[in-house]
């Protein structure tokens, strides 16, 4: 299957000449809510292309970004007395109420990088003793998580779960009125598992238009001619990921979601509570959570490090480059913020990419 | 964090299947597909095959561009 054509310059900058002829004279913001789009937007200049009445901002869509403190801190002392913790490589260097997996494991925490659960279970000692995983992600990730919890562990093997919900957080947001803005360009891989249906209540509530896109720089452009378009026909959800997005999703990963998480209110790192926007282990798997299993009390904690402006990044409110610590106090190498530690967070993205996001 | 890439289906041993990733294979988990053969290809995220990529939609929005264009003029 030949995917070249989403990458085609040419069919980019002819999408681009449309966009302009079609742009009204108001001024139009619309937000994604995920890390790889803003890597797109960003690497392949997409910013730079648009009408500037026409503005692109991020949202909360890194999700180590909004892991707060109070699940990261456990995960610490759970690495440091009771099991080998393993997690993503997005996760391991983000800092809690005091410092980050990666720090913890310099000073002898048993801390494991992962690509995949899977390679967690692989990886698995019993006798290096119990092991944990720090399972974090939004709706694309957590069926994983369910996947392998339906069809077997290893013995001692158990779960931080900080699983987070799109639909509902966007809602949430929208309704306290803390994002403003004109059309949501919804991400592609969380729609692959949750499909067109959840993102409905935008449109019927807010009137707002909504796009699911793919991830090539042709894919964002066109999803943003849509949001144009409907700007001035009339809001809908309309589907430019088809080739991977389903109206219905994938069925057999959400009934597996289903049977292991129930959803419940979560704290996002930065923005606070959103109601029924994160995942928890139904009652019959909580011998799998960690936090229980090992008596790891948990304070609520989901504020950001000091002088850090990532809580204004991550609802779009503050291009990073605004940010006083951005590139001087706060860099990859040593980051400040969550948005600085992720290959998702859009601080890190601007900064390896010219430090404008375009 | 929601990075998928796609990769051609070249084996299927049980649960699990081998992806061909422009000349990389990996073993990837299949449970989470309803069905698949091999060829089909996979769109897969920290492991895992999350979808099976359809072709003709891929090509039917690649003309949508077309279709905006023919609007305009």
């Given amino acids: 299957m030949d995917l070249s054509p989403f990458q085609s310059r040419e069919l980019v900058e002819r999408a681009a000449a449309l966009l302009r002829r079609i742009s009204p004279k108001e001024e139009l913001r619309f937000m994604h809510v995920c890390g790889t789009h803003e890597n797109t937007v960003a690497r392949f200049g997409i910013r730079s292309l648009l009408p500037s009445q026409i503005k692109v901002v991020a949202g909360p869509g890194c999700p180590v970004c909004v892991t707060c403190p109070s699940e990261i801190d456990p995960a610490i002392e759970i690495a440091r007395k009771h099991a080998t913790v393993f997690t993503y490589g997005d996760m391991f260097g983000v800092p809690g109420s005091s410092m980050s997996l990666r720090e913890a494991r310099a000073e002898g925490a048993k801390v494991k990088v992962v690509y995949s659960v899977s390679d967690a279970i692989k990886m698995v000692n019993p006798v290096a003793g119990p092991s944990t995983f720090f399972s974090i992600g939004f709706e694309t990730t957590a069926p994983l998580t369910a996947s392998v919890i339906w069809s077997g562990l290893p013995k001692d093997f158990t779960f931080i779960v900080s699983h987070r919900l799109i639909p509902p957080a966007l809602v949430a947001l929208l309704d306290s009125g803390r994002i403003e803005i004109d059309g949501v360009i919804c991400p592609g891989h969380v729609s692959t598992i949750v499909g067109t249906h959840p993102y409905e209540v935008l449109v019927k509530e807010f009137g707002i238009p909504v796009v699911i896109s793919g991830f090539e720089p042709l894919d964002l452009v066109l999803s943003i001619i849509e949001l144009v378009k409907q700007h001035k026909a009339g809001a809908r959800v309309f589907n430019e990921y088809s080739r991977c997005v389903k109206p219905e999703g994938n069925t057999r990963a959400r009934q597996l979601m289903d049977e292991v998480f129930e959803v419940c209110d979560m704290d996002w790192r930065g923005i606070g509570s959103l109601p029924s926007s994160g995942l928890r282990l139904r009652e019959e798997f909580s011998d799998l959570d960690a936090l229980k299993e090992f008596r790891v009390r948990t304070r609520r904690d989901s504020n950001m490090p000091r002088g850090c402006k990532c809580s204004q990044v991550l609802l779009g409110s503050l291009p990073p480059a605004e940010c006083p610590l951005f590139a001087s106090r706060c860099t990859p190498d040593s980051p400040v913020g969550p948005c600085m530690v992720s290959s998702e967070g859009t601080c890190r993205i601007w900064f390896l990419h010219g430090g404008r996001g375009s | ?73």
């Fill in chain 2, 1 to 73: 964090m929601c990075l998928a890439i796609p990769g051609r289906l070249e084996e299927i041993q049980d649960r699990n299947g081998i992806v061909d990733f422009g000349g990389v294979r990996r073993t990837v988990d299949l449970s989470l597909l309803e069905k698949c053969k091999v060829g089909d290809y996979v769109i897969v995220h920290a492991g895992f095959a999350i979808q099976i990529l359809d072709e003709k939609d891929a090509l039917e929005t690649l003309d949508l561009l077309r279709q905006l264009e023919a609007t305009m003029d």
